[in-house]
């Protein structure tokens, strides 16, 4: 689409300076015919006019009579050996025809022309992957996105070379930047989430083949057809699980409860692969990062569960509550979904089908249950609730209810937990969180910064990621903490120096 687009203004900018306003006036009207018959009148007064053949041949163009425009962008080039647009235009011509063996030829005479002719290059590259030639496809592919590295055309027809190559990871690389610079390119999503499909990342296929079903507006009939198709045949998400024991770090890194023999454990969950509405990019990536931050600071246990539907979303916090027993600290991390209904808060697994607000008790897990599997620990109970962010649950649900209740559409409601229990929002109750532009959300990335910093207590901690957030968001998003721990206890997750 670029490159017509700017085919287009050449050829306008070529009717106006070489063949006159008559026949740049006739274009600018799309009047292709009187284009012709104007630039004809053109040739006609003067058979050696480059820039007259030049404009007609674009006018033939545009009316689809390929051999016609082939024929004047030829005269021109014998008229003026150095046009570098007739040699383009021309190369797209044969294109167009099939003809790739011409218009390589064409493209590659424009390109000696003008280096720098990135369209020239993409279109090689198109050329090239038609004859089947993917290694110059991708060289070509390749200087056309050093050129214009904004061309989202061109990294996804490198990933589709990668891809026809055998080379999964280059060719998801290649359609995340596509996505990166155009975020409704729904084809980037297709073809992404095939290849994720292809190495048997499920997980991250469904969430590709959601945010494409999520791009109406802007998606292709085959792209909504092929996701809906996928989706139909992926296997059930499953919870992918990891029980990391505590790792081996020297005993400076620990926190001095951990030092002191307390036994932690935490349970790390990351919802983004939502069946019935569009993914969240960023849960699952969050949830790995927490983990990964948890297991550094010692301890025992950090399990880190992904897309989970409700009942497995119900058996973790079961099995969990069981070891919280003998547990010190029992912490929990949720990123995803979250909803507040009739004033209950409501975590949302990615199985949810949410049609009126009655039916959230049936098809999402209250937050009570997930204060209840950390409430057996000793010591520390500590939920963490990255789950404000905004649902798209919210906008189909039918109000059915007659109680009073908050708008189901912003954030949570407040909690009083029991007294040793601390939950924090990523945002202040009635409030939404940002899932984040880049990999991790704001609150996520704020955490795992401040939880290594050594002598930094459990509640100064909370207030450090509050600045954090606050920073980073422009003031848009506030953490907030609710509910007491020991007052006469300091909580570390690692040791003052």
């Known amino acids: 689409m670029g490159v017509l687009m700017l085919r287009k203004f050449f050829y306008c900018l070529a009717l106006l300076v070489l063949a006159g306003p008559a026949i740049a006036n006739d274009r600018a009207k799309g009047e292709a015919s009187a284009a012709i018959a104007t630039a004809s009148e053109a040739i006609r007064r003067d058979p050696k006019d480059a820039g007259a053949y030049y404009s007609r041949g674009n006018a033939y163009s545009d009316k689809g009579e390929a051999d016609r425009a082939i024929a004047d962008y030829t005269t021109t080039i014998r008229l003026d050996p150095a046009h570098v647009d007739a040699h383009y235009n021309r190369g797209n011509a044969y294109s167009n025809k099939g003809d790739a063996e011409r218009a ?10 003008d280096p720098a002719y990135a369209n020239a290059y993409y279109n090689r590259g198109n050329a090239f992957s038609k004859k089947g030639d993917t290694d110059r496809a991708i060289a070509d592919y390749t200087e056309a996105v050093r050129l214009q590295p904004m061309n989202a055309n061109a990294y996804f027809n490198r990933g589709n070379a990668y891809g026809s190559k055998g080379d999964a990871d280059r060719a998801i690389a290649d359609y995340t930047d596509a996505i990166r610079v155009d975020p409704t390119y729904a084809n980037a999503y297709v073809n992404r989430g095939l290849a994720y499909e292809k190495r048997g990342d499920f997980a991250k296929a469904r969430a590709d083949f959601n945010a494409t079903l999520g791009l109406t507006q802007s998606a292709t009939r085959w792209a909504l057809d092929k996701a809906r198709e996928r989706l139909a045949v992926l296997p059930a998400p499953r919870p992918a699980t990891i029980l990391a024991e505590k790792p081996s770090v020297p005993p400076a890194v620990l926190a001095p409860g951990a030092a002191n023999g307390d036994r932690r454990i935490a349970l790390v969950i990351g919802n983004s692969a939502y069946e019935n509405v569009a993914a969240l990019p960023n849960p699952v990536r969050d949830a790995s990062l927490v983990a990964d931050v948890l297991k550094l600071t010692g301890f025992e246990a950090v399990t880190l569960l992904t897309n989970l539907r409700k009942e497995a979303l119900v058996s973790a916090l079961r099995e969990f509550a069981a070891r919280a027993e003998t ?34 008790a049936f098809e999402a897990v209250p937050v009570d249950q997930v204060l209840n599997a950390a409430e057996r620990a000793k010591k520390l109970r500590l939920v963490i609730l990255d789950a404000c962010r905004d649902n798209p649950f919210a906008a189909q649900m039918k109000r059915t209810m007659t109680v009073a209740s908050r708008s189901v559409s912003r954030g949570l409601a407040p909690v009083e937990p029991e007294a040793g229990t601390l939950v924090v929002y990523a945002a202040k109750d009635g409030e939404t969180a940002l899932d984040g532009d880049g990999s991790n959300s704001p609150f996520a990335a704020a955490f795992v910064k401040n939880v290594p910093t050594p002598g930094l207590e459990v509640r100064r901690l909370f207030d450090f990621v509050r600045d954090d957030v606050m920073e980073a968001t422009g003031r848009k998003q506030k953490p907030f ?10 909580f570390y997750f690692v040791a003052g120096k």
């Open 104 to 113: 390589i030829a064409d493209y590659t005479a424009t390109i000696r022309l």
């Open 327 to 360: 547990a010190d600290w029992a912490v929990v991390y949720y990123a995803g979904h979250g909803m507040e209904v009739g004033g209950v808060n409501y975590l949302i697994p990615t199985d949810a089908r949410i049609a009126a607000d009655r039916e959230i």
């Open 481 to 490: 903490s609710y509910g007491s721990i020991s007052g006469r206890q300091d």
